[in-house]
């Protein structure tokens, strides 16, 4: 997929309040997935956090899919993508694992945090300091094989 078919994916408010890429977006998470797809799936990742910001609530299935494919790939700059679905409203908070902000690797994840002088460092920080690598890897599987049904 080209880039300039990722403009027919953004997030765009239709008349009833509604996202009218939504169901195109849907379709896109659905293919098959290989390693080259990260920057579509963060672009995806942030299309879903606009959505759930703008929705009257929820996390949804697909917004749910985007951040875990995009956590497959366990790359610690991804922990501010991660944290803005989580707090994009309030279900989605309780909805998103905090297992998404460590994907990347637990003590990779608090290294590269703490070196961020990111807004929300502090509040990263407290959420992710809890786990460790087991944890992450109990959590991978239980997920994988909650997409997999």
Known sequence: MTNEAWEQLRYERGPN???????ARGEVLEAERTPQD????????????LC??????GLGEQ???AGFLLAEHRRPEDVWRHFALKRSNFDAGCAYDVEH?????VEATKTYVEASDHADREE?????????EDDVEEWFGYRRAYFAE
């Open 17 to 23: 309040g509604e996202d009218v890429n939504e169901s």
């Open 38 to 49: 990260v920057e579509l799936l963060r672009f995806l990742v942030e299309q879903e956090t």
């Open 52 to 57: 759930r910001a703008n929705s009257t609530g």
């Open 63 to 65: 917004a749910a899919l």
């Open 101 to 105: 902000l460590v994907a990347g690797g």
């Open 124 to 132: 990263v920080l407290a959420l992710i300091g809890g786990f460790d």
